[in-house]
Each structure stands twice: as C-alpha cells, then as structure tokens.
C-alpha cells in the first residue's frame, strides 16, 4: 500500500467540508498533509500545477447526481487520473448561532449541491427563507458565524458547528436516507495498479450524432460480458447537441478483456479518453478481491490440468 504520509492533497475547503471529513474516513489518506482551497477549480489546477501530490474531489451524489464542476474538468481541461473513489455517507445540519431557534431563521446559506438535497425541508419549514449558495458548505457555516445575524442559518456537516461555535437546530435535514457522496483521488501521473476489484472510467466522444452510434459502442462492452454501471451523457461543447459518453465500468485496464475494448474504442472512435483505472469503493472490496484471484486461480489450475492432458 502506499505511504502517503509525506505527500500533500488538495481539498476543497475551509476546513470542516463534507470533502474532509471524507478525506479523513480514509486511515492512509489522512496521514498527508492536507490543504484547504478555495474552489473546485483551484483543487484541481493545484495538482495540475504540481502544487501537490494528489487532490480529492467530489463527482457524484447519490440524489443530485453528477458534480459537473468536477467531472467536465476531468473530460476536457485536465489530464488527470483517478486512483481511488470513496464512497461516503452525507447528513445535513441546519446550524445558526447559539440561541437562535427555528422561526426566526429567513436566510439558509450552502453548497448548491446541499441546497438541493434539503429542498423539502426548506419548502416545509422555512418556506419564505431565502436561499444563498456558496462555495462549500464549511464556508456557509464559517459566513454565518462571522456575520453575527442571528436570522441566518447554514446546512452544513456537524463537524462545521464545533469549528465556528454553531448549535445545530436541525438534524440530518437532508430529504432522502441513503445520501452518499462520491468521491476521486486524482494525480498527474500513474494509473493505479489492478487490485482485483476495480472500475474504469472513459469518455467516448462519438463520430457523430446519428441513429446507433451509442449502440455501436455499447456493443463491445457487451460482446465481452463487460458490464457497465454507469453511462452519462455530457456536452461535448462542440455545438448544440453533440455528446460524450462517461462510462464506469467493472475490471482494471490490465484485465485482457478491457484492454481488449478499450483498444477496439480507440481505433473506432475519434477519440476516447482513460479518467481512471482504480479500486472499487465498498466495505467488502477486499472479500472480493480476495474471491476473485482464488476463483482465478482455480480456473488457471484446471486449465493447466487440461492442457497438460495434451500428447505432443
């Protein structure tokens, strides 16, 4: 495994983001040295820069769906890699100043992607209140607490309350269970090597927009049982109507069968562009990846036996 204990990671900050708090869940990650900025945009032109080592970014949430500040970056203005997703569970707070209740609130300050994940909440109990985007939701709660406005209220992980002197007067607001956020650590340079339990992502950008180009593509994932778990369309921004497709898919790049279709895209598509080979996110990513290599194993012990079989 990798030491990251001298390196430095760039997040998106001030401190107390949902992105720290999950850059922090992770044991070896949290050994680094980890820097705040000011934006997505600067995150990511940091490790460009080579300003630091890696960056950690957010991509995807399970209710507001693709971080689009994050994944069109990746597609068209970096090369970057990703090496690892983090998959991490996300429960919003309502926090104002201490002593201020509920009625008295009429401004909700937050990340535009929390925002939207409070939307019935917001609608149900602060109806008239009006809704402020920021850059993060740290810096909402941070804005609140400096403003001294008592009619002010940020969503915000509850870590933000003990870092600006907040008490929370609304607990896990967010208007659907199971919200996850999806996470990328990114670097300038290496893939990440097979671990038995990988996704890949690409970009395909299609020859043109005619009936069974997507189809085309989907066929050689298909025709190699590859299976795909996520596909998105996003502007090419080459003109109204011209598409890329973002593909995850299961299995690492050194798997023969992707390498296989990945080269077969290459030479078909005008362009395809590798974000990632990297390890799957999940509590029983090893028990898997620990199943497969002994089902693989199994699998080159009896082809050996056969072959073997064979009179030359």
Same mark, same amino acid.
């Given at each position: 495994?990798?030491?990251?204990s001298? @390196?430095? *990671?760039?997040?998106?900050? =001030?401190?107390?983001?949902?992105t720290?708090e999950?850059?922090?869940?992770?044991? %070896?990650?949290?050994? $680094?040295?980890?820097?705040?900025y000011?934006?997505?945009?600067?995150?990511?032109?940091?490790?460009?820069?080579?300003?630091? !080592?890696? &960056?950690f970014?957010? #991509?995807?949430?399970s209710?507001?769906?693709?971080?689009?500040?994050?994944?069109? =970056?990746?597609?068209?203005?970096y090369?970057?890699?990703?090496?690892?997703?983090?998959?991490?569970?996300?429960?919003l707070?309502?926090?104002?100043?201490?002593?201020?209740?509920?009625?008295?609130?009429?401004?909700?300050?937050?990340?535009?992607? &929390?925002?939207?994940? +409070?939307?019935?909440?917001?609608? $149900?109990n602060?109806?008239?209140?009006?809704?402020?985007?920021?850059?993060?939701?740290?810096?909402?709660?941070?804005?609140? #607490?400096?403003?001294? %406005?008592?009619?002010?209220?940020?969503?915000?992980?509850?870590?933000?309350?003990?870092?600006?002197?907040?008490? *929370?007067?609304?607990?896990?607001?967010? !208007?659907?269970?199971?919200?996850?956020?999806?996470?990328?650590l990114?670097?300038?340079?290496?893939?990440?090597?097979?671990?038995?339990?990988?996704?890949?992502?690409?970009v +395909?950008?299609?020859?043109?927009?005619?009936?069974? @180009?997507?189809?085309? *593509?989907?066929?050689?994932?298909?025709?190699?049982?590859?299976?795909?778990?996520?596909?998105?369309?996003?502007?090419s921004?080459?003109?109204?109507g011209?598409? +890329?497709f973002?593909?995850?898919?299961?299995?690492?790049?050194?798997? =023969?069968?992707?390498?296989?279709?990945?080269?077969?895209?290459?030479?078909?598509?005008?362009?395809?562009?590798?974000?990632?080979?990297?390890?799957?996110?999940?509590?029983?990513?090893?028990?898997?990846?620990?199943?497969?290599?002994?089902?693989?194993a199994?699998?080159? %012990?009896?082809l050996?036996?056969?072959?073997?079989?064979?009179?030359?």
């Amino acid at each position: 495994m990798k030491d990251f204990s001298k @390196s430095t *990671i760039a997040y998106l900050g =001030p401190r107390g983001t949902f992105t720290e708090e999950a850059l922090r869940s992770q044991p %070896d990650l949290a050994a $680094a040295q980890l820097i705040p900025y000011p934006s997505w945009a600067s995150v990511m032109e940091a490790v460009d820069k080579r300003e630091v !080592d890696f &960056a950690f970014v957010a #991509a995807e949430n399970s209710i507001e769906g693709t971080v689009s500040a994050t994944i069109d =970056p990746l597609i068209f203005d970096y090369d970057l890699f990703v090496i690892r997703e983090v998959v991490y569970d996300v429960h919003l707070n309502l926090m104002a100043a201490k002593g201020t209740t509920l009625d008295q609130i009429n401004k909700v300050l937050s990340f535009p992607h &929390a925002l939207a994940q +409070c939307r019935g909440f917001i609608a $149900a109990n602060l109806p008239e209140a009006e809704v402020i985007a920021t850059n993060s939701t740290s810096d909402a709660a941070r804005m609140v #607490a400096e403003s001294g %406005d008592a009619t002010a209220a940020a969503l915000a992980p509850s870590v933000s309350a003990e870092l600006y002197d907040l008490e *929370i007067i609304g607990e896990h607001v967010e !208007d659907h269970a199971g919200n996850q956020t999806r996470f990328f650590l990114l670097n300038k340079d290496h893939l990440a090597p097979r671990s038995g339990h990988d996704k890949t992502t690409v970009v +395909c950008f299609q020859l043109s927009d005619r009936p069974g @180009s997507l189809i085309s *593509i989907l066929a050689q994932f298909s025709a190699r049982n590859i299976n795909l778990t996520k596909l998105e369309s996003r502007p090419s921004k080459t003109g109204l109507g011209q598409y +890329c497709f973002v593909i995850d898919l299961e299995g690492h790049i050194e798997d =023969p069968v992707v390498a296989d279709t990945l080269s077969e895209l290459h030479r078909n598509l005008p362009e395809i562009k590798l974000i990632g080979s990297y390890p799957a996110a999940g509590a029983n990513a090893t028990g898997k990846a620990d199943d497969i290599k002994e089902r693989s194993a199994r699998a080159e %012990d009896w082809l050996n036996a056969l072959l073997a079989r064979i009179e030359h």
